[in-house]
């Protein structure tokens, strides 16, 4: 399939060293996908879903060790410790290949290893980077041809270049104690084993669009980043592009498929979804931020997602999608997560594979982080410009978390380095869905502490390094949301979902000039009368309460943000700490 040298030398190394039976090039084709899916039926390691109600859907459980991202045994082995930076693991490069060639070798004995090409982002557009990815598992490779672009095609782009990254998975004996996700960026390598689950292995994603290519935007000028992208259409039909980015757990992907209110619906407004988890954006000829979404399909969590929550989601996994560790209805093999309905079946195979009237996980049929694989060409809100080569110029960006008292509904950072610095703020409160103490404060800049892919220091910096090389009236404006604000009896006073639109309406005018804002300590808050609440079951008092700075609550987080610097040491950017003393005075005053 091909003749450049680099691939083919570096595949003969990583043969030698895993001895596969056989070696098998993903050229593409439907045929080939299809025979590799009566393979995996025929071995178990896939179920064939009803394909009348779920045309071309398949069914796949993990090992119960094996559910989800382990950050714990993630690296970034950069030559030295300090390019990593304190959020990430590290252990010297030759050290780690040491430790990871003597497990890998022989691991393929009496398997087939598959050479799967695949391009983040359209194949050939400017913003695109290839990868090529061997593994020894056909789930992987069924993963890979819908959330990537893969085959014959992306060989005929790369040609004759070096310049693609380096995937290595062997699934082995998915032993927990063995399992490493290992990033190389020097040597735009990947290297994982000992997992079959999404994220660890379908290494395009989190791997390569997020950690690989978070390194190389810095070194080359451009930007990967863990964010939503979406089109909010207004009735004269003019499209503006708003990313987003906000930590696990907060409704990415629900706020990427919005459906406006019915009020606003009637009026005219549709939202259209470019990416529901990664954006890789790049400055213009024009001077604007453009971005892309490099993936090709949906990695969703299944559980909660209903016609309610998110009915562009779930009609995305009606045809051609992979079911991750959901529950089966053996009535008539369909699919069933916690969330979807009130109807949990009665015969029911849970997600280990027991059927139901044996123990359950938790209590929970579905595994809480269970998924869909979907094509996202299936989104009914799939925005025309999804396979724009050249991306959407941006006008805002977003950051959210999860927080009960401290941030209000919405405020806009005050320009581009205060915008970096409420990025670099950004937190959640856990909830009680996960272990451990509920309301406790996590910080995660960007969204990115476990996929940053270098130092998060000279993440910062390239953050503000971007800013300047944009004029102001060009740069993406910046914002800060929070769906979750709660009153003094810990309910959510906000009503989220569709109406969050509002939000989104009131970031876009103030990025217009059609809207003025008030002043705050923290930024600018919108006046209260400025927020369309028409036809909402809210009051004046609580429109208050949702755009309340409290003092005291935010020099209480004030002091978390200085703890949580304190381990970049001299490395923070002087912008940073700039920004803190001005909200430490702004606070004080
Ligand atoms: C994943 O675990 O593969 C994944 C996509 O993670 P998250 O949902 O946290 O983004
Ligand atoms: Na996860
Ligand atoms: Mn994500």
Known sequence: MTNNKTVLSWLDEMAAMTTPDEIVWIDGSEKQLEDLRAEAVSTGEMIQLNQEKLPGCYYHRTAENDVARVEDRTFICTPTEEEAGPVNNWMAPEQMYAKLKALYTGSMK?????????????????????????????????????????????????????????????????????RYIVHFPQDSTIWSINSAYGGNVLLGKKCFALRIASYLGKKEGWMAEHMLILGLENPQGEVKYICAAFPSACGKTNLAMLIPPEYLKEKGYKVWTVGDDIAWLRIGKDGRLYAINPEAG??????????????????????NTIFTNVAINNADNTVWWEGLDKNPPEDCTEW??????????????????????????????????????EGVPVSAIVFGGRRAKTAPLVYQARDWQHGVFVGATMASETTAAAAGAVGVVRRDPMAMKPFVGYNMADYF??????????????????????????????????????????????????????????????????????????????????????????????????????????????????????ELETLKKNLSK
């Not at 949906?298 to 045809?319: D, I, R, Y």
């Not at 280990?352 to 359950?360: D, F, I, Q």
Request: charged content about 30%; hydrophobic content about 35%; glycine content about 8%.
């Open 298 to 319: 949906f990695f969703g969590v299944a559980p909660g997602t209903s016609e309610k929550t998110n009915f562009n989601a779930l009609e995305s996994a009606k045809k």
């Open 352 to 389: 280990t594979g027991k059927l139901v009237n044996g123990k359950t996980y938790e209590g929970k049929l579905a595994h809480p982080n269970s998924r869909f694989t979907a094509p996202a060409i299936n989104c009914p809100c799939i925005s025309s410009e999804f396979e724009n080569p």
């Open 110 to 178: 009496g398997r087939t290893m598959y050479v799967i090409p695949y391009s983040m982002g359209p194949v050939g557009s400017p913003f695109s980077k290839i990868g090529i990815e061997l593994t020894d598992s056909i789930y992987v490779v069924l993963n890979m041809a819908i959330m990537t672009r893969i085959g014959q095609k992306v060989l005929d782009q790369l040609g004759d270049s070096a310049d693609f990254v380096k995937c290595l998975h062997a699934k082995k004996d998915v032993n927990p104690d063995e």
């Open 461 to 578: 910096a390239h953050w503000i390094e971007m800013g300047k090389k944009m004029d102001a009236d060009k740069a993406p404006k910046i914002f800060h949301v929070n769906w979750f604000r709660q009153d003094e009896n810990g309910n959510f006073i906000w009503p989220g979902f569709g109406d969050n639109m509002r939000v989104l309406l009131w970031i876009l005018d103030r990025c217009e000039g059609k809207k003025d804002a008030v002043e705050s300590p923290i930024g600018y808050l919108p006046k209260k009368e400025d927020l369309d609440v028409n036809n909402l079951d809210i009051d004046d008092a609580t429109m208050e309460e949702l755009l309340t700075v409290d003092k005291a609550v935010w020099l209480e987080d004030v002091e978390n943000q200085e703890q949580y610097f304190a381990q970049f040491g001299d490395r923070l950017p002087k912008e940073i700490k700039e």
